[in-house]
């Protein structure tokens, strides 16, 4: 196993719906495989000593999706939980998300609010699922946020490094690197804001075929690059 040096590591889990394709089978096929990939995901980098592993499951723009792909995404939660809850406590592992829990189905947010408040005795690493999650939106409601406080006379202003506060992530240490899987270069509106001095890896491999082992070739490779957050080397 590698030395790891990440303390938050994000992942856009693209290219299951042309895997499966790719196969010859329905886009689904391809979801439901991405979910044990998430399991050995989440267990390698929780046994790499990953702190919080953040991982873009549903997006704000995935609503637009046939209903009878949105309704198989909004299962998967159960199914995952289902299968896996019992040893994601044996791992310690804590389940948390981010994005507006208000806006997915009941049942879909039922299963995850047992999930983060049965995990949030644990003290390893944070499994968190960007869900109904938008980089704007969340950016938005931040500022939103902001202005109720300053209304209250509890802030005067805002600079960048307060302003975290209000975001999803602000108790998480700052985000160290993103991943893409399956070959697109874009950031498709995940975490704009924590992106700001992150790593970024775009692999051809879809998540389906993402296995722990290309995961840790990623995060050895992403090791090696030089961060230095607008400063200069020995500067
Ligand atoms: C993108 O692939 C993937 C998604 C929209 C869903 C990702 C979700 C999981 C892998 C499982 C999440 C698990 C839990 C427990 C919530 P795509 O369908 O856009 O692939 P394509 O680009 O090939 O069409």
Redesign the pocket.
């Known amino acids: 196993m590698i030395k790891n040096q990440f303390k938050h590591v994000a992942i856009i889990?693209?290219?299951?719906?042309?895997?499966a394709k790719s196969h010859h089978h329905r886009?689904t096929f391809?979801?439901k495989r991405?979910?044990e990939?998430?399991r050995e995901i989440a267990i390698r980098a929780n046994d790499l000593g990953i702190q919080v592993l953040t991982?873009?499951?549903?997006?704000t723009e995935?609503w637009k999706r046939p209903l009878e792909e949105v309704n198989y995404?909004m299962k998967?939660?159960f199914y995952?939980f289902e299968k896996y809850l019992a040893e994601l406590m044996e791992k310690n592992i804590r389940i948390q998300m981010i994005g507006e829990m208000d806006g997915i189905p009941e049942d879909t947010a039922r299963v995850f609010k047992k999930a983060i408040e049965k995990t949030s005795v644990n003290t390893g690493m944070i499994l968190c699922?960007a869900?109904n999650y938008g980089a704007q939106a969340e950016i938005v409601r931040g500022v939103n946020r902001a202005i109720v406080d300053a209304k209250a006379g509890k802030i005067d202003h805002v600079d960048t490094t307060t302003f975290q506060n209000y975001l999803y992530t602000k108790d998480y240490p700052p985000l160290d690197c993103m991943i893409r899987t399956?070959g697109?270069m874009r950031i498709s509106n995940f975490l704009l804001y924590q992106l700001a001095y992150a790593e970024l890896l775009f692999v051809d491999v879809?998540?389906p075929e993402f296995t722990p082992d290309v995961f840790e070739a990623a995060l050895q490779q992403l090791s090696h690059r030089d961060r230095r957050f607008g400063g200069i080397k020995n500067g």
């Open positions: 889990m693209d290219g299951n719906g042309r895997w886009r391809g979801h991405g979910v990939v998430v991982l873009y499951a549903f997006s995935n995404l998967l939660p995952f699922f869900m399956s697109e879809p998540w």
